[in-house]
């Protein structure tokens, strides 16, 4: 798919990977959904990127929200082409803490944002892409999640975070196969440690720690990074079902 012209819905675009592909997308000339709860930093970035940019307050994890966007977004740029979902929380936590258990209801946040808000918007998405005129190939939209190599390599305190990254993968193949008959292609990013708002309060110095547990390149992945392979992924017809790791060789210890 060409980006030129096209609408590309950024799920938790004010900022971090978010941020970085809905800057990219623009570059490329495409139409950008910036859809996120942080209005302020949502706003200061759509009047960054200009009138081919447009913020909207976006709950993941609420269907009417999430509705209303996809709506807004059709009555402003006429069409939605594609679909990043970048929104997600890391809330750590190990199964029997200090305190004891964890709270069930901390697990079940972590998977709400994560999982079941993930889903929520490729099954809205999807439905507004389905109505597009497919190009000459039988194309009609691109969705791309972002999952974590803790999807693979969880660390004691991510069984909530695994957990949630883990089902974003399970699912990505079983919808790209349905989706097929549409014409929308759906794939999942992995990141290891990438130099996000996450990893923004540490000290430098355990920044720099974690970036040398990548064998190459020895630093934190940076967000342009990401937003270039989602670029490529968009405009790369054969990519489907499929999830890629981007994390520079990491496999990560138990703790």
Do not use: W
């Amino acid at each position: 798919m060409h980006l030129q012209n096209k609408t590309i819905f950024v799920t938790g675009g004010a900022s971090g990977l978010g941020a970085a592909c809905a800057r990219l997308m623009i570059q490329a000339g495409a139409n950008v959904v910036i859809a996120d709860l942080n209005a302020e930093t949502g706003i200061a970035l759509a009047n960054e990127l200009g009138d081919a940019a447009l913020f909207l307050a976006t709950n993941v994890t609420d269907e009417t929200t999430v509705q209303n966007s996809i709506k807004v977004a059709l009555e402003h740029f006429g069409s939605l082409h594609g679909v990043i979902n970048c929104a997600g929380i890391g809330t750590p936590g190990k199964v029997i803490g200090r305190d004891g258990p964890i709270k069930l209801e901390t697990f079940s946040k972590v998977i709400t944002v994560n999982l079941i808000g993930t889903f929520n918007v490729i099954r809205l998405t999807s439905a507004a892409m389905i109505e597009n005129t497919p190009e000459e190939s039988g194309e009609r939209g691109v969705i791309i999640n972002t999952a974590s190599v803790a999807a693979f390599d969880g660390q004691i305190g991510q069984a909530a975070y695994s957990a949630s990254k883990g089902g974003i993968v399970g699912m990505t193949l079983p919808i790209a196969r349905e989706l097929a008959r549409y014409g929308i292609r759906v794939m999942t990013i992995a990141p290891g440690i990438f130099d996000t708002p996450l990893l923004g309060s540490l000290p430098e110095n355990a920044r720099q720690s974690l970036g040398q547990q990548v064998p190459f390149p020895p630093r934190l992945g940076r967000p342009e990074e990401y937003a270039a392979l989602a670029k490529h992924i968009i405009e790369n017809e054969m990519l489907n079902g499929e999830t890629i790791r981007l994390d520079g060789g990491i496999r990560m210890s138990p703790k």
